[in-house]
């Protein structure tokens, strides 16, 4: 009888102790992440936009039930990430999940708001059938209203989120100028890198003209990008007055370009090198190439038929060399197409820093040059290394704190338009963006943009350790659970022992 009042004791502190646990913790949320990356750590900068709402955010994720397992993890990654949002927010952060699956209605406002079904095969009763399924947000707060069409998987989703609540929230937006009317690409050719800047700034193109020459001042970062014609003096003139204030800018330079349909290169003078002459930036009139390339489509004779085949080009490098900065965190590679080297040949009063260099195996080809794309490259082709192609001028001088990002190439973040419209890499997206994010001091979304993750599949490991790892995950819990109940076994035994004893008191 006295054992079982000890053990409804227990019981009742054990459930108590349950109870007040759940009650304290209720508006926190905790998770151990060993990950190598850390997939599952919300950034500084996520946390701070989290800590800093001051009314609330409303969030209806519209996902599909009964998915597939690999799809299914997608969702429940989503809610354990929105949880979290929530307990940082303070329960500023409001979320709600609806299957449009289920219900016509719900169906309807999903696609009504841009988010459109996707087609999954499905198995079921032996049979491979098509399923449509939903992957999709909207985040609403106060009368702005951001739509998430397809909720990204891995380290993605949090920058998408974030990014998508900073947005809808933000007050002010920085204001960013590009330059314009020196035959640079046209706005609507940035059509990538303005999704991107659109989320936290006000991007406006200024046509700089003479009856204006501060119209620059009203700007905290300026764009000067692929320049084309002749820039008057007195341009160059509002943009040191400008820089002389403490602006911040990022100028993108063609000192080569090439024709690929007349398969030759020329160089351009824009008078842009000769100012940045000025500030101690060399930006050679050659071209840098590198044995790390992307290749080309050219049409060959193959015994009387025409054929298009790749063959590499090492006017394209593929830049994969990255500086350890902000700027260029988490890049894996961009390919940058006729970029010429850097050099720097300033004083002390200005700090340089390289952010991205060609490959070990480099070299460089004079601006005017015929494009041989049936050459034979050898290494004696690349007898140079680590060329600059992009870097950063912090002033020392406290009267003039500029700072300014140069790239040896003016339009790798350039998709076109019309039907000559391309979409860009990733990274070539990211460090232009990232660059802007770093002269405009932003919140830290920079080192969110392109946080990574890194997988590790199975069929990647050798067979040895995949069968050690196979048959380790398979007999742990089972080893575990014998050794437990070996452990119960022998406390058991040693407790009989004891009561057997003479003068024993329980």
Not at 34 to 59: C, F, M, Q, W
Not at 151 to 164: N, V
Not at 277 to 300: H, P, R, T
Not at 400 to 407: H, L
Request: hydrophobic fraction near 40%.
């Amino acid at each position: 009888m006295r054992t079982k009042k000890n053990l409804i004791y227990q019981l009742v502190i054990i459930t108590s102790i349950i109870i007040v646990a759940n009650i304290l913790f209720s508006s926190m949320f905790l998770r151990l992440d060993l990950t190598g990356d850390n997939r599952y750590t919300l950034s500084k900068a996520t946390k701070d936009i989290l800590r800093n709402l001051e009314h609330p955010v409303t969030i209806t994720a519209y996902f599909s039930k009964d998915l597939p397992p690999h799809i299914a993890k997608n969702r429940q990654d989503f809610k354990e990430m929105l949880e979290e949002f929530t307990a940082l927010s303070k329960r500023n952060v409001v979320y709600e999940f609806q299957n449009p699956n289920e219900n016509e209605e719900i169906e309807r406002a999903a696609m009504q708001k841009g988010i459109q079904p996707f087609l999954i095969n499905v198995r079921e009763k032996d049979q491979v059938k098509q399923q449509k399924a939903f992957m999709g947000a909207v985040i609403q707060y106060e009368d702005k209203e951001e739509i998430l069409p397809f909720i990204p998987i891995g380290t993605a989703m949090e920058y998408s989120l974030a990014s998508s609540i900073k947005k809808v929230t933000v007050r002010e937006r920085k204001p960013v100028a590009f330059i314009q009317g020196h035959g640079e690409p046209s706005m609507e050719m940035y059509r990538q890198v303005l999704q991107e800047l659109n989320i936290l700034y006000d991007v406006t193109p200024v046509i700089m003209d003479d009856e204006n020459p501060d119209a620059l001042m009203a700007y905290q970062t300026i764009v000067l990008a692929g320049p084309a014609d002749s820039i008057p003096e007195t341009h160059f003139e509002q943009i040191d007055r400008f820089l002389n204030r403490g602006g911040k800018m990022l100028v993108a330079i063609n000192r080569v370009e090439g024709d690929l349909s007349q398969a030759r290169g020329y160089e351009t003078t824009t008078g842009l090198e000769t100012w940045l002459m000025g500030k101690g930036i060399s930006v050679e009139n050659v071209f840098a190439i590198d044995a790390a390339c992307a290749n080309v489509m050219v049409q060959q004779d193959m015994g009387g038929f025409r054929m298009q085949s790749q063959v590499m080009f090492p006017y394209f490098p593929n830049i994969t060399n990255f500086q350890e900065h902000p700027v260029t965190k988490g890049l894996d590679g961009l390919i940058l197409q006729f970029a010429s080297p850097i050099s720097f040949l300033g004083d002390s009063t200005i700090t340089c820093t390289t952010l991205m260099t060609t490959s070990e195996n480099s070299g460089t080809q004079p601006a005017q040059t015929y494009f041989d794309v049936q050459k034979q490259w050898t290494k004696k082709d690349f007898t140079l290394q680590y060329l600059p192609v992009a870097v950063l001028l912090e002033s020392r001088v406290s009267t003039q704190p500029f700072k300014m990002i140069v790239f040896g190439n003016g339009n790798f973040a350039v998709n076109g338009e019309g039907r000559n419209a391309q979409r860009l890499q990733p990274d070539n997206v990211n460090v232009f963006v990232n660059a802007i994010d770093y002269l405009s001091d932003d919140t830290g979304l920079i080192s969110l943009r392109t946080k990574t993750v890194n997988n590790r599949p199975i069929e990647q490991v050798e067979d040895g350790k995949k069968a050690f790892l196979k048959y380790f995950n398979f007999s742990l819990p089972l080893l575990l659970i014998i050794g437990y109940g070996f452990f119960r076994a022998q406390r058991r035994k040693i407790l009989r022992l004891k009561r057997m004893q003479k003068g024993f008191v329980d």
